[in-house]
């Protein structure tokens, strides 16, 4: 199964300011997603990654709040925008070339002030 | 009513034990179903894949699939203190093989010495 890096591993944050995170495979895969899990919930879906177009969102997610980028198969960012204590939440990335089950990174722990 | 819904917890048993965690799914058109296991603080690790109808066995783990039921299961057998974990049930909803992922709440399992 591929393996998936994520950076950084946590941060802390101020309230209003936007963070990016980094998502590396390291092979060549069809579909990257991105999670959220707040504190002692499940994984929601954000939003699935595309590679050269924009990113597919779920209901209750939005552009504008967590711009993705893909810019190519093994690659993506999400960035946290106009951060609020609301925010503070672990944010995953995951991937499949297609014919696996997904696999997820170390994710990112994230806190807000 | 949940599109993927778990047992609540937590479920605690003995070491030695067989541990038993269901999860219901809403859409009957699903095709692929996955357990995940998550220690605290880590990201969840891919434990078990089943698509067709029965069992499937691992080791100490068994998965066990009903469509008709729309249940799907995890058994571990010879339960281990290092069994205790959050795990989770993840569905591909409306049919895709190995697209994005819907998660039930988790169920916290505790297995004591």
């Known amino acids: 199964s591929a393996v998936i890096s994520q950076k950084p591993s946590r941060d802390i944050c101020q309230r209003g300011t936007s963070l990016t995170i980094q998502c590396q495979v390291d092979s060549q895969v069809t579909m990257m997603f991105w999670y959220r899990q707040q504190p002692g919930q499940s994984l929601t879906l954000i939003a699935t990654a595309n590679q050269g177009s924009e990113a597919t969102y779920e209901s209750g997610f939005v552009i504008d709040k967590f711009p993705i980028s893909r810019p190519n198969l093994t690659f993506s960012t999400l960035t946290v925008s106009n951060m609020s204590p609301e925010d503070s939440s672990i944010y995953l990335c995951?991937?499949?070339?297609?014919?696996?089950?997904?696999?997820f990174g170390d994710g990112t722990r994230l806190s807000i002030l | 009513q949940k599109e993927v819904e778990q047992n609540s917890g937590p479920l605690s048993v003995p070491e030695g034990a067989i541990a038993s965690l269901n999860c219901t799914y809403s859409d009957r058109g699903s095709q692929s179903f996955f357990w995940y296991r998550q220690y605290s603080g880590k990201s969840p690790e891919l434990i078990m894949s089943i698509y067709s109808n029965g069992d499937k066995e691992d080791g100490r783990f068994t998965a066990q699939l009903n469509k008709a039921s729309q249940y799907v299961s995890l058994l571990i057998r010879d339960s281990q203190p290092s069994d205790s974990a959050t795990y989770l049930c993840?569905?591909?909803?409306?049919?895709?093989?190995?697209?994005?992922?819907?998660f039930g709440q988790g169920t916290i399992l505790t297995v004591h010495p």
């Open positions: 995951s991937a499949t070339d297609g014919d696996q089950p997904q696999h």
């Open positions: 993840a569905v591909n909803l409306g049919g895709t093989s190995y697209g994005k992922l819907t």
